[in-house]
């Protein structure tokens, strides 16, 4: 039996190798890895390759379906609030993380302009008013009437999709 803390380890080790940051994702189901991926922020540029986001488009294109609904996902280290809004929008049955922040912060920190992982949380429960990343509300009926064609279009519904019995 494949040990899924062990090699979402080993694939963020492997990652460390070849100049990419810490971190890995292995998503389960029944009892096999459905997909996996280290960190590829560093190796492409873009600041939302985390590994959760790349294993979990991987998984949910696999699956044909936006729920995860049945898998187990492993993290290297507690997710941050990009990949933890995934997470919960994803739906898998349970996530296991194998270090928090407190544990890694003397190794590792990787802070941005409006973003600390020290204070993310409570910048993200702020106001939009209030907030440290400036944000501007221009409301536009028409906006609103994008949601109103898209509720025709579907015969009435509100919601966007049936989250599958576990």
């Avoid at 990652?15 to 009892?31: H, L, M, Q, S, Y």
């Avoid at 049955?93 to 802070?111: G, N, Q």
Wanted: glycine share 6%; charged share 25%.
């Amino acid at each position: 039996m494949i040990d899924f803390a062990q090699r979402t380890i080993d694939l963020a080790r492997q990652n460390v190798t070849e100049g990419g940051r810490p971190f890995a994702t292995v998503i389960v189901k029944d009892g096999e890895i459905l997909a996996e991926s280290a960190n590829k922020v560093a190796q492409t540029n873009d600041p939302t390759a985390h590994a959760e986001i790349l294993a979990i488009r991987e998984a949910c294109t696999k699956l044909g379906t936006e729920h995860l609904v049945g898998t187990t996902i492993y993290v290297l280290a507690h997710p941050c609030p990009m990949c933890l809004g995934s997470l919960y929008y994803c739906s898998p049955d349970e996530v296991v993380f194998l270090t928090t922040r407190d544990a890694y912060e003397p190794h590792y920190v990787d802070d941005r302009k409006y973003f600390e992982l020290a204070t993310f949380y409570e910048e993200f429960a702020k106001d939009w008013r209030d907030r440290r990343l400036p944000m501007r509300y221009e409301p536009s009926p028409a906006a609103v009437d994008v949601y109103r064609f898209w509720q025709e279009r579907n015969g009435g519904r509100r919601t966007a999709t049936a989250v599958p019995p576990g």
